[in-house]
Protein backbone atom coordinates (compact mmCIF):
# COMPACT_ATOMS: atom_id res chain seq x y z
CA UNK A 1 0.00 0.00 0.00
CA UNK A 2 0.70 3.23 -0.47
CA UNK A 3 0.01 6.53 1.58
CA UNK A 4 0.13 9.66 0.21
CA UNK A 5 -0.43 12.65 2.63
CA UNK A 6 -1.31 15.84 2.06
CA UNK A 7 -2.63 19.09 3.34
CA UNK A 8 0.09 20.79 5.52
CA UNK A 9 0.89 24.36 5.46
CA UNK A 10 2.03 27.68 7.30
CA UNK A 11 -0.39 29.22 9.35
CA UNK A 12 -0.76 31.36 12.51
CA UNK A 13 -1.56 30.40 16.16
CA UNK A 14 -5.12 29.89 16.47
CA UNK A 15 -5.93 28.48 12.67
CA UNK A 16 -7.29 25.31 11.71
CA UNK A 17 -5.74 23.04 8.73
CA UNK A 18 -7.01 19.54 8.06
CA UNK A 19 -4.98 16.69 6.44
CA UNK A 20 -5.39 14.38 4.15
CA UNK A 21 -4.27 11.05 3.33
CA UNK A 22 -4.95 8.78 0.42
CA UNK A 23 -4.24 5.14 0.85
CA UNK A 24 -3.95 2.91 -2.51
CA UNK A 25 -4.56 -0.42 -2.96
CA UNK A 26 -7.51 -2.90 -1.64
CA UNK A 27 -8.82 -2.97 1.80
CA UNK A 28 -8.48 0.23 3.17
CA UNK A 29 -11.48 -0.16 5.18
CA UNK A 30 -10.11 -3.54 7.07
CA UNK A 31 -7.10 -1.25 8.54
CA UNK A 32 -6.62 1.07 11.92
CA UNK A 33 -5.59 4.12 10.66
CA UNK A 34 -3.26 6.60 12.52
CA UNK A 35 -1.52 9.72 12.64
CA UNK A 36 2.06 10.58 14.23
CA UNK A 37 3.92 13.95 14.11
CA UNK A 38 8.00 14.46 14.63
CA UNK A 39 9.21 17.78 15.47
CA UNK A 40 13.59 18.80 14.93
CA UNK A 41 15.23 16.98 17.46
CA UNK A 42 12.09 15.10 18.49
CA UNK A 43 11.26 11.28 18.42
CA UNK A 44 7.85 10.59 16.49
CA UNK A 45 5.03 10.70 18.25
CA UNK A 46 1.65 9.54 18.38
CA UNK A 47 -1.54 12.12 17.40
CA UNK A 48 -4.46 9.89 17.18
CA UNK A 49 -5.80 6.94 15.62
CA UNK A 50 -9.18 5.66 14.22
CA UNK A 51 -10.24 1.77 14.14
CA UNK A 52 -10.68 0.17 11.07
CA UNK A 53 -14.76 0.30 11.77
CA UNK A 54 -14.56 4.35 12.25
CA UNK A 55 -16.05 3.44 15.67
CA UNK A 56 -12.71 3.91 17.81
CA UNK A 57 -10.83 6.84 17.79
CA UNK A 58 -7.49 7.71 20.45
CA UNK A 59 -6.05 10.73 20.77
CA UNK A 60 -2.41 12.35 22.39
CA UNK A 61 -3.81 14.38 25.27
CA UNK A 62 -1.76 17.05 23.95
CA UNK A 63 -4.47 17.25 20.80
CA UNK A 64 -7.84 16.27 22.76
CA UNK A 65 -10.63 18.20 22.32
CA UNK A 66 -8.52 20.30 19.42
CA UNK A 67 -8.02 17.53 16.74
CA UNK A 68 -10.19 15.34 15.18
CA UNK A 69 -9.51 11.79 13.26
CA UNK A 70 -12.23 10.89 10.48
CA UNK A 71 -12.27 8.38 7.52
CA UNK A 72 -14.16 8.18 4.33
CA UNK A 73 -13.81 4.28 3.08
CA UNK A 74 -15.59 5.17 -0.07
CA UNK A 75 -12.44 7.24 -1.03
CA UNK A 76 -9.97 5.45 0.86
CA UNK A 77 -8.78 8.44 2.60
CA UNK A 78 -8.19 9.64 6.07
CA UNK A 79 -8.40 12.52 7.95
CA UNK A 80 -6.97 15.24 10.45
CA UNK A 81 -8.88 18.04 10.77
CA UNK A 82 -6.48 20.36 13.35
CA UNK A 83 -8.44 23.10 15.19
CA UNK A 84 -6.73 25.87 17.47
CA UNK A 85 -3.24 25.24 16.25
CA UNK A 86 -0.78 26.24 18.33
CA UNK A 87 3.23 26.73 17.63
CA UNK A 88 4.18 23.77 19.60
CA UNK A 89 1.95 21.44 17.11
CA UNK A 90 4.75 22.26 14.08
CA UNK A 91 6.18 19.42 12.95
CA UNK A 92 6.25 16.97 10.15
CA UNK A 93 2.97 14.54 10.09
CA UNK A 94 3.14 11.23 9.02
CA UNK A 95 -0.37 8.91 8.51
CA UNK A 96 -0.02 5.34 8.87
CA UNK A 97 -1.68 1.75 8.94
CA UNK A 98 -1.23 -0.59 11.13
CA UNK A 99 0.20 -3.85 10.25
CA UNK A 100 -2.50 -5.86 10.79
CA UNK A 101 -5.95 -5.53 9.37
CA UNK A 102 -9.05 -5.91 11.91
CA UNK A 103 -6.82 -4.60 14.65
CA UNK A 104 -7.97 -1.70 16.92
CA UNK A 105 -6.30 1.63 17.53
CA UNK A 106 -2.70 1.73 19.10
CA UNK A 107 -0.37 4.42 19.67
CA UNK A 108 2.79 2.38 19.51
CA UNK A 109 4.66 3.70 16.11
CA UNK A 110 5.91 -0.16 15.92
CA UNK A 111 2.49 -1.19 14.97
CA UNK A 112 2.43 0.12 12.02
CA UNK A 113 3.93 -1.07 9.34
CA UNK A 114 3.15 1.50 6.51
CA UNK A 115 3.84 5.25 6.09
CA UNK A 116 3.20 8.12 4.48
CA UNK A 117 5.95 10.59 2.97
CA UNK A 118 4.74 13.61 5.64
CA UNK A 119 3.26 16.99 5.19
CA UNK A 120 4.91 20.04 7.44
CA UNK A 121 3.11 21.44 9.48
CA UNK A 122 4.05 25.41 10.34
CA UNK A 123 2.55 27.43 13.32
CA UNK A 124 3.33 31.07 13.70
CA UNK A 125 3.22 32.47 16.95
Known amino acids: VQLQASGGGLVQAGDSLKLSCVASGPNFSRYTMGWFRQSPGKEREFVAAISWTGNGRDYAESVKDRFTISRDTSMNTVYLQMNSLKPEDTAVYYC???????????????????WGQGTLVTVSS
Open 96 to 114: ARRRTSLQPTARGSSLYGS
